[in-house]
């Protein structure tokens, strides 16, 4: 079978390789993968900058964001049947020894077949078929959300009267979603111009867009007021520590972008220090998700499509055949949100 591989930590290794067609024990099930989506940390293994080979072998298939159809379980899977669609979930293992698959130490989804066990499979409904790839953002932002909520049952009786997230990509596009499908107060800020693509998702579930071109953070939070909840998904850090500075007193603030290992700044950390403590923010890191995230994923994606019909659909802008992978790891154009990889050649 077809599968997209890089060789870990070298720059541009991705290629299209042959490899035996996985072959599934009595509790496991063979998936036929339709579609996987292209992300950030893709574009970042494929540059050599992250990623790791599974134990005793040196190329690593790519590829967390699919979706597939069951082609065949083992004797004693009970619960998936063949011809169900399916999303696979990424992390492995616990806490301290973790797998990720297509990201460490275990092969991706880029491929005609993946096995997998049933634990590990969320079933989605045929409806949701096309937007399979986007659940597995999806669940990361759901997670984010879930995590800052739960945090905040520390103040009584807190609810978000303003909410930024910032960075309009994929991640801060379904999280705008998912927040304003439970009916929150949304900003989202990106450096888009503000009749993009970008701008209009935002628009079209009822939140505002906050061009970088035409304003500042500072400037933002002079009209609109402090931000309650802020999510940071540009992977910028200078915008993230920046941000913090317009965090409301007993505010939090979740951050999910990976940045620039090498990226450093000169801050005043006491000032940082004194804002977090006598201020009552909490600042928190947000990554990977669970089995739960992807089944509220799942749900949240429901509501979006039913409450602005077409919206998640339009945010994959670049669709490609398992050929023409190369196409997703070249620089995005502004108006390039998701890429997705179709393996049966239909784009
Ligand atoms: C994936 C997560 C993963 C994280 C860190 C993200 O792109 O979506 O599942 O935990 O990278 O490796
Ligand atoms: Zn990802």
């Not at 596009?173 to 009916?183: E, I, Q, V, Y």
Request: proline letters at 3%; one cysteine or more; a negative charge.
């Amino acid at each position: 079978m077809k599968a997209v591989a890089v060789k870990p930590l070298t720059k541009n290794s991705a290629s299209l390789l042959d490899m035996p067609k996985p072959v599934i024990n009595d509790s496991e099930a063979l998936i036929k993968t339709c579609a996987v989506g292209i992300d950030g940390t893709d574009i970042e293994i494929n540059q050599g900058a992250y990623g790791e080979a599974p134990v005793d072998e040196d190329i690593l298939v790519i590829g967390h964001e699919a979706v597939g159809e069951v082609e065949e379980i083992g004797a004693k899977v009970t619960d998936l049947h063949v011809g169900e669609l399916v999303v696979p979930t990424v992390r492995r293992g616990d806490s301290s020894d973790y797998q990720e698959r297509g990201i460490k130490k275990a092969h991706g989804f880029l491929s005609e077949y993946f096995k997998e066990s049933p634990a590990n499979l969320v079933k989605l409904i045929p409806e949701l078929g096309n937007i399979g790839p986007l659940i597995e953002p999806m669940s990361i932002a759901q997670k984010a959300i879930d995590q800052a909520l739960k945090i905040q049952q520390r103040l009584e009786g807190w609810s978000p009267e303003n909410i930024l997230v910032l960075g309009a990509g994929a991640l801060g596009l379904l999280l705008t979603m998912a927040l304003r499908s439970k009916g929150y107060e949304v900003y989202t800020f990106d450096i888009a111009d503000s009749d993009s693509l970008k701008a209009k998702t935002v628009q079209n579930t009822g939140g505002k867009y906050v061009g970088a071109k035409e304003t500042t953070l500072e400037k933002f939070a002079n009209d609109a007021g402090l931000s309650d909840l802020i999510f940071e998904a540009t992977g910028n850090s200078d915008i993230a520590f920046s941000a913090v500075n317009i965090l409301s007193q007993d505010g939090a603030m979740c951050l999910l972008g990976v940045a620039g290992r090498d990226h450093s700044s000169q801050i005043c950390l006491g000032c940082l220090n004194n804002h977090i403590v006598l201020g009552n923010r909490v600042l928190f890191g947000s990554v990977s998700s669970t089995r739960t995230h992807f089944e509220e994923a799942i749900e949240t994606a429901k509501k979006v499509n039913s409450q602005w019909p077409g919206v998640l659909n339009s945010i994959i802008t670049d669709d490609m055949s398992l050929t023409e992978y190369g196409k997703a790891f070249q620089k995005k154009q502004a108006y390039q949100i998701k890429g997705v990889i179709h393996m049966d050649g239909e784009t």
